[in-house]
T-cell receptor, first 114, second 109 residues
Framework: DAGVTQSPTHLIKTRGQHVTLRCSPISGHKSVSWYQQVLGQGPQFIFQYYEKEERGRGNFPDRFSARQFPNYSSELNVNALLLGDSALYLC?????????????FGPGTRLTVT | QKEVEQNSGPLSVPEGAIASLNCTYSDRGSQSFFWYRQYSGKSPELIMFIYSNGDKEDGRFTAQLNKASQYVSLLIRDSQPSDSATYLCAVGGSYIPTFGRGTSLIVHP
């Protein structure tokens, strides 16, 4: 079975621009989470969606938004990019709706803001 | 503020030795505990999860959980150079786990 997929793999943007990152979960998984990871730090939670509803939001500004589609794929949008948004953006897929399910990460999107 | 603490390392062990990685957490209500391995430039890979007090073994890996003391550890037996990576501890009490910053492990031949 295919794992979590993310696109694009790498992205270079200029300050002030907008970016859309995409994620497809493992087949049968209904929950998708987004994380930001900067060098030397653990992943920081941005959003979690389950059955197309937002189930959690981390401490990120309103420039960050996301949505989940009927096929459970998801998009993360970031507006008005700042240099500090440069990071590895990770999507994680979870199988069930409960709190004890394991998250499986995609390969990530490396975003560089210049 | 839920916190997960890990020593950033690096932890250096010789090939064939046991590597012991530790993690403490602040939220007593935490119910799920995960260890991820992350190679440089790659995404985290789930290697162990544990939900109950005690030990859980999977091949060369053993996860140990002590809820009373609020710590979880990962033991890697017969360490190999290929185990050299950053190990992330994640702790969850609800839908969303909190990650530590990771411990860098170096296994030298």
């Amino acid at each position: 079975d295919a794992g979590v997929t993310q696109s694009p793999t790498h992205l270079i943007k200029t300050r002030g621009q907008h970016v859309t990152l995409r994620c497809s979960p493992i087949s049968g998984h209904k929950s998708v989470s987004w994380y930001q990871q900067v060098l030397g730090q653990g992943p920081q939670f941005i959003f979690q969606y389950y059955e197309k509803e937002e189930r959690g939001r981390g401490n990120f500004p309103d420039r960050f938004s996301a949505r989940q589609f009927p096929n459970y794929s998801s998009e993360l949008n970031v507006n008005a990019l700042l240099l500090g948004d440069s990071a590895l953006y990770l999507c994680a897929s979870t199988g069930g709706g409960g709190s004890l399910y394991e998250q499986y990460f995609g390969p990530g999107t490396r975003l560089t803001v210049t | 503020q839920k916190e997960v603490e890990q020593n950033s390392g690096p932890l250096s062990v010789p090939e064939g030795a046991i590597a012991s990685l530790n993690c403490t957490y602040s939220d007593r209500g935490s119910q799920s505990f995960f260890w991820y391995r992350q190679y440089s430039g790659k995404s985290p890979e789930l290697i162990m999860f544990i939900y109950s007090n005690g030990d859980k073994e999977d091949g060369r890996f053993t996860a140990q959980l002590n809820k009373a003391s609020q710590y979880v550890s990962l033991l890697i037996r017969d360490s190999q150079p290929s185990d050299s990576a950053t190990y992330l501890c994640a702790v969850g009490g609800s839908y969303i786990p909190t990650f530590g910053r990771g411990t860098s492990l170096i296994v030298h031949p």
